[in-house]
């Protein structure tokens, strides 16, 4: 898409546009997002504070240290197994897994926090349950409210959750959705959080999200690519999911 002209539009075995098509760690941005939409609307304070405020059953030796800038960052120094091919670690636990909220009672530290950048889900995951106390709604009904509604999709979406009983959203990946709604999203952020005259996301929001960090590699659950024009960013997931933003 080029000046909100479609240039180039294909699918293929069987997919058409109307098809709903998952996520995966694209989410990760949408929950960054709705971290910056609840900080501007005055649900959370700022960056600075510590998970431990939004999260109390977090609250034992270490995680007092983390704040919601070292999830945006991945700079927790939460330990976690990210290995997507390990039938026994973390992400495979949360993601077949049907109690989030009683995984993350569990998680220890690793190290201290902002000591290096790891790229771990549960750092989004911490995110999501944080935006959801903080805001009193669920994660997949304030994404409707403050970005599916207002930028106008084409189609519904979904957000996956880990089961019936708890009815948890998986933040760190699974919101389900049309390929040209996930093309809007990356519209939103190409215009500085702006649509059609109306600011849904605060400029300086957009501005960290989008200015490359930790090496310029990454910055507020945003990929960053080295560019010699201009800093290029995407929301990346698994198994070849882009919204990728020049």
Known sequence: IRNDTILYERYFDGYDAGREVPSFSVAKSFVSALVGIAIAEGHIGGT????????????R???????????????????????????????AKYYYGTNLARYIRQLKIKEPA????????V?????????????GKKLADYLSEKIWQPLG???PASWSIDSRRHANAKAFCCINARMRDYAKFGRLFLNKGNWQGQQIISSAWVEQ????????????Q???VRSASKPNFMARGILGQYIYVQ
Request: charged fraction near 20%.
């Open 61 to 91: 030796a270490g995680f007092e240290k983390i704040t919601i800038a070292h999830l945006l960052l991945m700079r927790s120094g939460i330990k976690y197994n990210e290995g997507y091919y390990n039938p026994f670690g973390h992400v």
């Open 123 to 135: 750092n989004t995951q911490l995110l999501g349950f944080i935006v959801e106390r903080a805001t």
């Open 153 to 155: 999709m084409e189609y």
């Open 222 to 224: 945003w990929w960053h």
């Open 114 to 121: 902002n000591e290096r950048f790891e790229y771990i889900s």
């Open 209 to 220: 999200s989008t200015t490359p960090a930790n090496n310029g590699l990454y910055s507020y």
């Open 48 to 59: 600075h504070e510590p998970i431990t405020k939004y999260l109390p059953e977090l609250k």
